[in-house]
């Protein structure tokens, strides 16, 4: 079992930034590839951006490519997602997501666990 917890959502102006946090536990986290998906009402989740395991590879949907960056800390079990250059069409629920022994796929149903997500609202 892999339990995950994002934080560091809120409200920004258009043009800010935001980190998100996703802190895991329960397993052996430098096995598993991370990923940040984002839901807004009305609408399908969404890939966002993904990391392997070890951090030597990384994908981004065409949306966020040059504005968002995933990393992650395997010493505290920890993924970021920074956000730059926001833009209200950003705004949805933020979720992480785990895949154990993964590449880090773009596809929500190769993960097996996810956090409760974290709302982030870009206003214009």
């Known amino acids: 079992q892999v339990q995950l917890v994002e934080s560091g959502g809120g409200l920004v102006q258009a043009g800010g930034s935001l980190r998100l946090s996703c802190a895991a536990s329960?397993?052996?986290?430098?096995?598993?590839?991370m990923g940040w998906f984002r839901q807004a009402p009305g609408k399908e989740r969404e890939f966002v951006a993904a990391?392997?395991?070890?951090?030597?590879?990384?994908n981004y949907a065409d949306s966020v490519k040059g504005r968002f960056t995933i990393s992650r800390d395997n010493a505290k079990n920890t993924v970021y997602l920074q956000m730059n250059t926001l833009k209200p069409e950003d705004t949805a629920v933020y979720y992480c997501?785990?895949?154990?022994w993964g590449v880090g796929d773009n596809l929500p149903f190769r993960y097996n666990y996810w956090g409760q997500g974290t709302q982030v609202t870009v206003s214009s």
């Open positions: 329960g397993r052996t986290f430098s096995n598993t590839a």
């Open positions: 997501a785990a895949e154990p």
């Open positions: 990391i392997s395991w070890s951090g030597g590879s990384t």
